[in-house]
């Protein structure tokens, strides 16, 4: 009998999230009337599941469960994690993207973050984005992380908002951790 590592169980774990959230989903398109391949995988430490049309026509429907900004996927993606944490005990992150809308999302959220970076570092001055889902924020923080600067998340659901700033020199955020702790 091999024994498994942490990385090992770790991924087992995540494949085993991706098979339930599949199985979930299989019965929704089915009850819907819905066509679609769905692909599981695990990216970046989290199970990832994608429904990708698979026939002419399904682009359409599939369109509708995407629905307006996304949000329809937010919702299946958090119904399908609560299938996952009900069958497993555990927590779910797994991330859902339906006929590539999230991976085209991300690319334009990383032009938009690209452009906040570029005006920060040409003014100096803090730039607030838009109010995003949690998902395009962390796209955007991914981002201004890349490009050394500093982001926060501002603002409550579900109007928060990523603001990029200006990257601090150790000194300047030194003196701001002391004044902090007064």
């Given at each position: 009998m091999?024994?498994n ?11 085993e999230?991706?098979?339930i ?14 066509g679609g391949?769905?692909?599981i ?12 049309a698979?026939?002419e026509?399904?682009?359409?429907e599939?369109a ?10 937010e ?16 927590r ?7 006929n590539?809308y ?25 730039v ?20 050394g ?5 501002e603002?409550?659901?579900p109007?928060r ?9 150790e000194?300047s ?10």
């Amino acid at each position: 009998m091999t024994e498994n590592t942490g990385s090992d169980s770790s991924v087992s774990r995540l494949e085993e999230e991706g098979e339930i959230g599949a199985d979930y989903l299989e019965e929704l398109l089915d009850i819907a009337d819905l066509g679609g391949d769905i692909d599981i995988d695990v990216d970046h430490g989290r199970a990832s599941i994608a429904i990708l049309a698979s026939e002419e026509g399904d682009e359409r429907e599939l369109a509708d469960l995407v629905g307006a900004d996304g949000e329809v996927l937010e919702a299946v993606q958090e119904l399908t994690r609560l299938a996952v944490q009900a069958r497993t005990g555990n927590r779910s992150r797994l991330m859902l993207d339906i006929n590539g809308y999230r991976a085209a999302r991300r690319i334009e959220l990383t032009e938009v973050a690209q452009e906040a970076v570029t005006k920060v570092l040409a003014t100096g001055e803090a730039v607030s984005l838009t109010p995003m889902n949690p998902f395009e924020r962390k796209v955007c923080h991914d981002v201004v992380a890349a490009a050394g600067l500093y982001s926060e998340s501002e603002g409550g659901e579900p109007h928060r908002y990523v603001v990029v700033l200006p990257a601090q020199d150790e000194e300047s955020a030194a003196v701001d951790d002391e004044a902090e702790q007064d």
